[in-house]
């Protein structure tokens, strides 16, 4: 069911695990799991493209982000907006837990985290990101703090009673409380495609547009985007 | 924290979830390429993006035979992936750091708003968060046993390494 990128991205967890292992006949069940699900998907997928050529060749439709120092730094900002926008407290409760824990951090399961997290991280760097592409990190995320447990048992009942209604709250306002504006400038129009769209008034009002495709609709200054993704969009892309 | 006290938390959490979801119905589908698998559906062809949605597009064209609207296939599988990955994450946050850290995960899977807003819209992104979600809990108990694991669909049949 998972996108094939995301699903290859996971197997580097699944590389970690064997690794871990050591236990050859761990390696051929999952070589036996893997083979099969690869051959069901190609079953499922195969006759719908005709041939594993057409299959492969519709991949082609993949757009890569600009490339250049510009592109890259545009896409950096992306990569913070979405977590720092829609995980807050909980950054500062990861930050913390690694600085206070660090000693009695538990490093398989960090690793484990990492092994499919990081790489999938670093594609995102490149790749230009959208806030559904993070779906696959949010398990990590939300993981993340119990590799850093406290060195003694027990306690913390309320620090974490606290930190869930903080953020309990502030996730409530942000979806309850947030509408997408209208466009007038950049800084409008970048803040609707990379925040405000992202609400309960944003989906009722079936808000979804790239930076680009609304600074071309507002006939605003284009100059910023790429002319291949100027072209893109005045074919109907986003 | 006594386990009567955790599960009742943990429930509370996941219907607070839940309502949020229904209450942010989406009225059509718009987000990303949404509409363009409606088409497909609409056609049955393969007029899409990326060569990787045939098997979930399936799974939606199977649920839309059975009295749902093509739309509402798609907003009932992510609605269920989405909710699929709050219990996954809480129950391998349970393992892993203990009652109290288990409830505030799933206070983060359920009103977070990258997780709630995936779980609405229809797009195929929920199946990506169930799947990581199922692999962290799967691989945490991976980790603490160290042993594969295998159970087939019929009785009897465990493949333990």
């Avoid at chain 1, 950096?76 to 909980?90: E, K, N, Q, T």
């Avoid at chain 1, 309850?176 to 769209?197: C, E, F, H, M």
């Avoid at chain 1, 989906?203 to 600074?215: D, H, P």
């Avoid at chain 2, 042993?147 to 009897?156: F, I, Q, Y």
Wanted: proline share 6%; with cysteine; aromatic share 14%.
């Amino acid at each position: 069911m998972m996108r094939p990128l995301s699903s290859g991205f996971c197997c580097f967890g699944l590389a970690y695990l064997l690794w871990q292992s050591r236990d050859w006949r761990a390696w051929v069940i999952t070589g036996i799991a893997v083979a099969l699900t690869l051959g069901l998907y190609a079953a499922i997928s195969l006759p719908y493209y005709g041939s594993l050529a057409a299959m492969y060749r519709s991949t082609s439709a993949l757009s890569v982000g600009d490339g250049g120092w510009t592109g890259r730094l545009t896409n950096l900002a992306r990569v913070g907006i979405y977590p720092i926008y829609g995980f807050h407290v909980w950054l500062v409760f990861i930050l913390w837990a690694a600085l206070a824990h660090w000693r009695s951090r538990k490093r398989p399961q960090l690793l484990f985290l990492a092994s499919f997290a990081v790489p999938y991280f670093m594609l995102l760097v490149h790749y230009i990101p959208q806030a559904g592409y993070y779906c696959l990190l949010i398990p990590a995320l939300v993981m993340l703090p119990a590799c850093f447990p406290p060195p003694a048992p027990g306690g913390g009942l309320r620090l974490f009673t606290g930190i869930s209604a903080l953020f309990a709250a502030i996730a409530l306002c942000q979806w309850l409380l947030v509408r997408p504006q209208p466009t007038t400038s950049l800084a409008t129009g970048a803040a609707n495609a990379y925040i405000l769209d992202y609400s309960r008034s944003g989906i009722k009002q079936g808000k979804f547009e790239t930076l680009a495709s609304i600074m071309m609709k507002n006939n605003l200054d284009t100059n910023m985007i790429p002319p291949s993704r100027v072209l893109n969009l005045q074919r109907g892309g986003s | 924290m006594s386990a009567k006290v955790y599960w009742r938390g943990f429930w509370a959490i996941v219907l607070g979830g839940v309502i949020m979801r229904l209450i942010s119905l989406c009225p059509f589908g718009f987000y990303g390429d949404v509409p363009l698998q409606l088409g497909a559906m609409r056609t049955n062809t393969v007029e899409l993006n990326f060569p990787g949605y045939m098997p979930i597009q399936l799974l939606f064209s199977v649920l839309a035979r059975c009295g749902l609207t093509p739309f509402g296939a798609m907003w009932l599988v992510s609605l269920t992936f989405g909710m699929g990955s709050v219990i996954y994450v809480a129950l391998a946050a349970r393992r892993e750091a203990g009652p109290a850290f288990s409830l505030m995960a799933a206070v983060v899977m359920s009103f977070g708003i990258l997780p709630l807003y995936f779980s609405v819209v229809g797009a195929t992104y929920a199946a990506d968060m169930l799947c990581a979600s199922a692999m962290v809990f799967h691989g945490s108990i991976f980790l603490e046993n160290r042993k594969t694991r295998v159970t087939l669909p019929w009785p009897g049949s465990v493949l333990e390494s």
